[in-house]
Structure formats: structure tokens, C-alpha cells
């Protein structure tokens, strides 16, 4: 099952405004990921946030993580059309055996 | 070359065909995975292969067969499907099996669209 979900399910903003989205789990993890997916194509890994961090950059990309709400967010600033995709996160429990991805947020970004 | 290839781009098939998917990469990663995607869905892990030895089966039904010849190559046969199998077929790679190294990272191919009438 996943345990992922995330919100908004679906986003839709104007090139250059940030876009937020939000994910929630339900156990205790090692480590939490986001990843891109553009429509019908494989999932590209944008960042990782280990469980003992609370704020990772990247480029345009921020990532906050609240182990003791379980949940992180992924902020994309100076939104571009070509960020239009679905953006999922990904949890690795602490077993280690698996990823676990969220419900994914469909983002639009309209020129 | 960081990159995962699969083929074919897509794959129609009938009940009774009997046909394979293909997964190839070239980073020296050492675990090789099969996801299934539904449309608007996340990805469902199927099969994991660590050192080309597979060691999770998600329960999949046994008219999917996983096979690592190489360390570099991953197939996926298939036979007798139903159309409820119709999906996204995506294979990734990571440097480590999990519980190792960089395990967590893991880089996809494009993945094959199948449709099973």
C-alpha cells in the first residue's frame, strides 16, 4: 500500500509564480524523496532529504522536512512551463527494503 | 551515461501472446527494478534484483516472469495477460541493492506503455 499522499492533487499557476505541494506518511522513515514525472515518461529523481535534515536547496527546488508531523513539501520558485509534470514523493521506511510513492501532484504551469 | 533504456515505446498483445519487455544499463548499478504504473497512479513496485539475484517478488501473479541475465539487462516476460494489465512498465536501477549504498536514488528508464486487448 502507499503511504504517501500528497496535496494538492492537482496545481495549476502562471510562469513565474512558485508552486507548493505537500506530502504526508504515515511511518517512521530513513530518508524522503521527490520525484518529476512528465506525462507518460519515467520518473526523474530531483532531490533527497535525509530524515535528520529539515530544509534542502537545489537550483529552484526547496525541500523541507517535519519527521514529527510526517510530512515534507517541495517548493518550486520562478515557476517555468517546462516544469509542467507530475511531482511524486518518495519514502524509504526504516526497514530499508523499498520505496514507497505518494498519490503524485499534477502540476501545471500555464505560459 | 547515466541513462536506464527500454524497449519497445509500446507493446499491444493479446491474452495469448507471450511477449517480452526489455531493460538495459550501463552505470554498473548493482540492483535493477520492475514498477507498474496506472495511469494517473504512482509507480508499484514488482520485482527487485540485487547482484542479478532476485530478491523481492511483490506478489505478482506468475504470468509475469522477471529475468536478469547480465548486470547490466533486465526482461520481463509475459504471457496469458489480462487487460487489467495494461499499464506503464517501468525499469529502474539503483548503484546498490536496498539497505546499501545510494540505494535510495533510483534512475528510470522511459518505460513501456502495454495495452493487452
Known amino acids: 500500500s502507499q503511504q504517501g499522499e500528497e496535496d494538492p492533487q492537482a496545481l495549476s499557476i502562471q510562469e513565474g509564480e512558485n508552486a507548493t505541494m505537500n506530502c504526508s506518511y504515515k511511518?517512521?522513515?530513513?530518508?524522503l524523496q521527490w520525484y518529476r514525472q512528465n506525462s507518460g515518461r519515467g520518473l526523474v529523481h530531483l532531490i533527497l532529504?535525509?530524515?535528520?535534515?529539515r530544509e534542502k536547496h537545489s537550483g529552484r527546488l526547496r525541500v523541507t522536512l517535519d519527521t514529527s508531523k510526517k510530512s515534507s513539501s517541495l517548493l518550486i520558485t520562478a515557476s517555468r512551463a517546462a516544469d509542467t509534470a507530475s511531482y511524486f514523493c518518495?519514502?524509504?521506511?526504516?526497514?530499508?527494503?523499498?520505496?514507497?510513492f505518494g498519490e503524485g501532484t499534477q502540476l501545471t504551469v500555464n505560459p | 551515461d547515466t541513462e536506464v533504456t527500454q524497449t519497445p515505446k509500446h507493446l499491444v498483445m493479446g491474452m495469448t501472446n507471450k511477449k517480452s519487455l526489455k531493460c538495459e544499463q550501463h552505470m554498473g548499478h548493482r540492483a535493477m527494478y520492475w514498477y507498474k504504473q496506472k495511469a494517473k497512479k504512482p509507480p508499484e513496485l514488482m520485482f527487485v534484483y540485487s547482484y542479478e539475484k532476485l530478491s523481492i517478488n511483490e506478489s505478482v501473479p506468475s504470468r509475469f516472469s522477471p529475468e536478469c541475465p547480465n548486470s547490466s539487462l533486465l526482461n520481463l516476460h509475459l504471457h496469458a495477460l489480462q487487460p487489467e494489465d495494461s499499464a506503464l512498465y517501468l525499469c529502474?536501477?539503483?548503484?546498490?541493492?536496498?539497505?546499501?549504498?545510494?540505494?535510495?536514488?533510483?534512475?528510470f528508464g522511459p518505460g513501456t506503455r502495454l495495452l493487452v486487448l
Open positions: 518518495a519514502t524509504e521506511e526504516t526497514s530499508g527494503s523499498r520505496l514507497t
Open positions: 511511518t517512521s522513515i530513513n530518508n
Open positions: 529502474a536501477s539503483s548503484q546498490e541493492p536496498p539497505g546499501g549504498l545510494n540505494w535510495e536514488t533510483q534512475y
Open positions: 532529504i535525509r530524515s535528520n535534515e
